[in-house]
C-alpha cells in the first residue's frame, strides 16, 4: 500500500508549469471584476459567447491542468473528477443563454486547479467526494445511454399491436 501524505519534492520546471496554469486559470476564470461587487469572471464566458467554438476552445485550454494532473500521476478517481468538471462546463455552455450564465458561476479550471494543488505538494489517497463525484458522472452518463433505448423500447411496443 502506498505511503500517503508523503511530501512530493516539485522539480523546477513543475514548478514553473504550476505557476502558468495558475495564470492560465486565472485567465480563464478570474480576470476581471464585476464592479462594485466581489463576483469575478474571466475570458471563458466571454469566449464561450462564440457558438461551439468557444467553449470548444475553453475546454481545449483546460485541459491542460488535467494533463499536468496525469503527468504528476495523480490518483485517477481525481483526473477523472476533473475531466467531469471540463465536461460540465463544455456541455453546460452549449445550451444558449444558460450555458453562457453557467459560465459565470461553473469555473471549472478554478476547481481543477485547486483538486492539482491539493495533490501535487503530497502524495494522498482520492477523497470520499471524489469517487461520489465521479460515480454520479458514470450514472448520469448510463441514464443519457438508457434513455433512447427506453424510448426505442416503448416505441416499438406502441407501434407493435398495429401492425
Known amino acids: 500500500m502506498p505511503d500517503t501524505n508523503r511530501p512530493r519534492a516539485l522539480t523546477p520546471e513543475v514548478a514553473q508549469r504550476l ?3 495558475r495564470s492560465l486559470k486565472g485567465w480563464l476564470d478570474e480576470a476581471f471584476r464585476v464592479p462594485g461587487t466581489n ?45 467531469g468538471n471540463v465536461a460540465i ?15 459565470f458561476v461553473w469555473k471549472s479550471n478554478t476547481k ?3 483538486l492539482l494543488e491539493h495533490h501535487a505538494y503530497e502524495v494522498r489517497p482520492p477523497s470520499r467526494s471524489d469517487w461520489l463525484f465521479v460515480a454520479a458522472i458514470l450514472l448520469a452518463i448510463l441514464a443519457v445511454a438508457l ?6 423500447y416503448l416505441i416499438v411496443t406502441s407501434v407493435r399491436p398495429l401492425l
Not at 462546463?89 to 459560465?103: C, E, H, S
Not at 434513455?147 to 426505442?152: C, G, I, K, Q, R
Open 112 to 114: 481543477n486547479f485547486a
Open 147 to 152: 434513455v433512447p433505448l427506453a424510448v426505442m
Open 19 to 21: 505557476a502558468a496554469l
Open 39 to 83: 463576483l469575478r469572471f474571466g475570458w471563458d464566458p466571454l469566449i464561450g459567447l462564440v457558438p461551439w467554438v468557444g467553449d470548444l476552445l475553453t475546454a481545449f485550454m483546460s485541459g491542460a491542468i488535467v494533463l499536468q494532473a496525469h503527468s504528476m500521476r495523480l490518483p485517477r478517481v481525481v483526473q477523472l473528477r476533473m475531466l
Open 89 to 103: 462546463d463544455l456541455i453546460a455552455g452549449a445550451i444558449p443563454v444558460i450555458g453562457d450564465a453557467a459560465d
